[in-house]
């Protein structure tokens, strides 16, 4: 049937602040299902409290609230305007509970509002441990043994009756927080208690255990005639017992036979069908014995858009939120188009003729002390994913794409070759067991042996030796002996010119002449979402090595944007806003724009943000081989983060143009000694200072500067491997610390400004002109990195004489360093004389909470500057809004319960929320100060 009519206007609830379980792949999914909505004239209007993401950028909705996920906030919009749907399954788990929160409130019967795209009888029964069961039970559907536990004397009677190991589960909770396999009686009551305080109904579900079972996820859509289509089958490379978000996934399924998959298929359409008649998505898991039956039993089911989700559509092409939102006003699938062919319909289940490998990105660094082994509960902070012809090539992707410094999977010299320790790590997962599988059959550890410790299947550890095999024939070879078909095989394989040249003893740059001679030259391919049957019109491209090249480069002018890379701390979605604006702005100008990226979370990865996407590795050699094909006007390096800014030197060498801001400026500002010498030289203050490249340096000039220092190496995101030190012995062993994971890094000793209060500044520079967009006062002492302080815009208590030498300095510094583009500098404030910290001259972590708090595209505007297309003379800038914006860093210390939480140089807040006062007489800031046992002046 056509769209319901009756709809003329829909609220989209988003997922909040990102959280380790909850990260930006559903803003991805409110971004593309806001899009989708307005495309058919809907008025679309958002909540969502986190600014960091282009979700609540002005470009995606008609109507932004970003207030606080509650059901006050919820009333006050129902207030301001008709609202005639909600849909809430774009947010998680957040969403969604908000939603049945209003429900149960009885908010949307008041006003009016439909609930659409879900089935809130569905969440109830999906969510409810027991109903599911029962449910399951009535299907015939199996699951494993399993009993819900309401209370601590349940659950003990509940593990007498099935042994152990079980799985504890809490109700109604996101990334498998409560949840833990346990061995041993002597831990479980402690993981059963924990369990019931997390679910907000006290409620667990304990099952037996099924370790070793082979775990697959499916992810379907299914619209009012009740037709449904499977959109993708993924397989995890890691068996039951590790969350399916901190577990590798490979796609299509690998090791399953026709016949089960057929089976599986029909068991997630009829579970789909019994929970609920609702249009719109769905994710069912499962989990298959690890025999020649292949018995299935079901997990759960998720009755809306999945963290799975955004990389089912990025692995197919096809757009789940995209079309489950014209599903939730009434469109069936067979009236929509496919969005890649354009000439099938959406009812035409996506095909693959490659491969896709997501691996999960870690922060484990960040919590020194924490539990690294992976379980049911999740820890990752974000993933990359890999695309190649074969489960090898994407595999190697994928590792390139992690930014762990490795160059892919082995042949780079890393190898472990402690037996014991190798032994470990297969038996107890951690982020690095991947790696330890290929150092474990490069060592000759049984096959047998490596299948007992880990559980996972022969065909993938078949996979990983046959690279170990290819890499011993290589290593047979020179780099003026090995042959074309060998050298061909390899980088068919995925391995990149840096593995090769170590395997060879060579220079990488001696294997790209020795490929490029014998004309083994990348080609790209299309995501057609159906095997290459019918044409595809969108350019979503990936690479290989074959013959035949999809990818047709026009005589437009282009410019090529650097993505950010996996989300880590220090490093999140604002970079991927930033990439997002910097697309958008380009196109304005008339350029075609390239993207090149390879995290699946993202918008910038959406296949119509930039005119081509490549799904690519920002690593070296794919972007130069990207580069070399399309052959753009420049570079942009300075809206994705320090991925982007690390590969400006190389860039430079190549003969390459950078836009906006020159590398000399960008190496100025990271190279901590180069760039005190230029305050030194330009009377600006900044504590004193010394740079050193070894412990015993460090301690020599710590006697000239005196303690406490602030430690920090160059190059680094989110205060990585700062801290403040406050004796030589101290100093000695964090010099040697950074130096072991850094080596040749310079560190800078700067003394610390004890007392002092932190600002700072981002503005927008063509190189003559400054405009600063915002000044950020905050609210934490100095010493406490600025994405864990809690801030406020405007400064709510520095001086004119403070602010006035802000203005100068932010002016000074942009100008002396030629910026093009954006500029963030960081002050400290002591006894009324500003201080600089440092100086970045790139997009920040701050620019997206300043635009969205004044509601101005100062990312577009500044890449219109960086192009060369406008001064900063050339823009309106509006009016400041009146009241404050203040910054609310978010923590996931829940997922590491043993950690040291206290903040300090180092950044460890996953996600940030944004909220609005009218004065500083506002409760919620005299709470923040409350709190702190904070003096407020005012």
């Known amino acids: 049937m056509p769209r319901n009519n009756n709809i003329q206007s829909v609220l989209i609830i988003g997922s909040g602040p990102i959280v380790i379980g909850q990260a930006c792949e559903f803003d991805y999914s409110g971004s593309q299902a806001a899009r989708s909505l307005r495309e058919e004239g809907i008025e679309v209007t958002l909540i969502n409290s986190n600014p960091a993401t282009i979700m609540t950028d002005k470009v995606v909705a008609d109507n932004v609230y970003l207030e606080p996920l509650e059901p006050e906030s919820i009333i006050k919009i129902l207030e301001n305007h008709k609202i005639d749907a909600v849909l809430p399954t774009m947010g998680g788990q957040t969403g969604l509970n908000l939603a049945i929160k209003c429900q149960e409130m009885g908010i949307w019967e008041e006003f009016g509002v439909a609930l659409i795209g879900v089935d809130i009888d569905a969440i109830e029964i999906t969510e409810n441990r027991e109903a599911f069961r029962n449910l399951m039970e ?59 305080h997390i679910s907000p109904i006290h409620e667990v579900m304990i099952d037996k255990a099924m370790m070793g079972w082979k775990e697959y996820e499916l992810e379907l859509l299914r619209d009012n005639n009740d037709n449904v289509v499977i959109i993708c089958s993924i397989e995890n490379f890691d068996p039951m017992g590790v969350h399916t978000g901190d577990s590798i996934t490979v796609a299509p399924a690998m090791t399953l036979s026709d016949t089960t998959f057929q089976r599986m298929r029909n068991m997630a359409i009829k579970m ?77 289940e996506p095909t693959l003729d490659y491969v896709i490998v997501k691996i999960p990105r870690w922060n484990f660094n960040k919590f020194p002390g924490a539990d690294r082994t992976l379980g049911l509960q999740m820890k990752s902070v974000g993933e990359v994913m890999g695309i190649g012809r074969s489960f090898q090539e994407a595999l190697q992707k994928a590792c390139q794409s992690l930014e762990i410094n490795r160059n892919g999977l082995g042949a780079d010299g890393k190898e472990v070759t402690d037996q014991n320790e190798i032994l470990h790590s297969l038996e107890f997962p951690s982020w690095n067991r991947l790696f330890h599988i290929y150092d474990a059959i490069k060592l000759g550890i049984p096959m047998k042996r490596i299948i007992e410790k880990t559980k996972i299947d022969i065909w993938f550890l078949k996979q990983i030796e046959e690279l170990i095999k290819l890499e011993r024939q290589i290593e047979k070879f020179n780099i003026d002996t090995i042959t074309k078909d060998l050298l061909f095989e390899a980088k068919q394989k995925g391995y990149a010119d840096r593995q090769i040249a170590h395997l060879l003893r060579c220079l990488e740059s001696e294997v790209y002449q020795k490929r490029s001679a014998l004309n083994i030259r990348r080609v790209y391919k299309l995501v057609d979402t159906c095997a290459a049957e019918f044409e595809a019109q969108t350019p979503y491209y990936y690479s290989t090595f074959e013959e035949e090249n999809e990818s047709v480069v026009t005589d437009r002018k282009k410019v090529v944007v650097l993505g950010s890379g996996p989300n880590r701390i220090g490093q999140g979605i604002e970079f991927d806003y930033s990439c997002v604006h910097g697309v958008l702005a380009a196109k304005e100008c008339g350029y075609e724009t390239i993207m090149i990226n390879c995290n699946p979370e993202t918008v910038s990865t959406d296949f119509d943000t930039a005119d081509k996407l490549y799904f690519e590795p920002v690593f070296w050699e794919h972007i130069y081989d990207i580069i070399q094909h399309e052959k753009p006007e420049g570079v942009i390096v300075q809206l994705g983060g320090q991925t982007a800014l690390k590969l400006a030197q190389k860039l430079e060498r190549y003969g390459i143009k950078i836009i906006g801001t020159s590398f000399e ?44 220092l602030l430690v920090r190496p160059s190059y680094v995101l989110g205060g990585q491997k700062m801290k403040i030190v406050i004796s030589k012995e101290e100093l000695e ?16 000793l700067d003394h610390f400004l004890g007392g002092a209060i932190e600002a700072e500044a981002d503005a927008i520079c063509d190189g003559e002109n400054v405009y600063i967009i915002g000044v950020m006062q905050h609210i934490e002492p100095a010493g406490i990195h600025s994405g864990d302080s809690y801030a406020v815009l405007p400064p709510y208590n520095l001086g004119d004489l403070v602010m006035q030498q802000i203005e100068d300095i932010t002016h000074k510094i942009a100008v002396e360093l030629k910026t093009v583009g954006l500029i963030n500098i960081q002050f400290a404030i002591k006894d009324d ?87 500083l007489k506002d409760p919620f800031f005299r709470k923040i100060f409350a709190e702190r046992n904070l003096y407020l002046s005012r």
Do not use: W
């Open 833 to 919: 004389k500003v201080y600089v910290i440092e100086a970045n001259p790139r997009a920040s972590r701050t620019v997206p909470f300043i635009a969205k708090a004044y509601d101005e595209p100062y990312v577009n505007y500044a890449t219109k500057v960086m192009l060369g297309e406008k001064k900063v003379t050339d823009f309106n800038f509006s009016p400041r809004k009146e009241g404050y914006a203040i910054k609310i860093p978010v923590f996931s210390f829940n997922k590491f319960p043993n950690v040291n939480k206290e903040l300090g140089p180092e950044m460890k807040s996953t996600g940030e929320a944004i909220r609005f006062i009218k004065d």
């Open 733 to 748: 062993h964090h010099v040697v610390d950074i130096l072991r994971d850094m080596p040749e890094n310079q560190i800078l």
């Open 665 to 708: 400026a960008l190496d100025i500002a990271e190279d901590r000694g180069r760039f005190s010498n230029v305050l030194k030289e330009n009377n600006i203050p900044y504590p004193e200072f010394g740079v050193v490249e070894s412990a015993e340096q460090a301690l020599e000039l710590s006697d000239q500067l005196g303690f406490p």
């Open 138 to 196: 009535k299907i015939d559907v199996p699951m494993a043994p399993q009993k819900t536990a309401k209370s601590f004397l349940e659950g003990k009677r509940v593990a007498q009756e099935f042994g152990f190991p079980l799985c504890i589960r809490a109700s109604y909770t996101l990334g498998g927080a409560g949840a833990a396999v346990v061995y041993e009686e002597k831990e479980f009551d402690k993981l059963l208690d924990s369990g019931l």
């Open 272 to 348: 789909m069908r019994s929970i609920g008649n609702f249009a719109g998505g769905c994710n069912v898991q499962f989990a298959v014995s690890p025999d020649e039956k292949e018995d299935i039993i079901a997990i759960e089911i998720n009755p809306r858009v999945s963290r799975s989700s955004a990389l089912a559509s990025k692995a197919t092409g096809y757009p789940i939120a995209k079309i489950a939102a014209k599903l939730a006003i009434g469109y069936n699938l067979d009236e929509l188009s496919n969005q890649i062919t354009k000439t099938t319909s959406a009812l035409f």
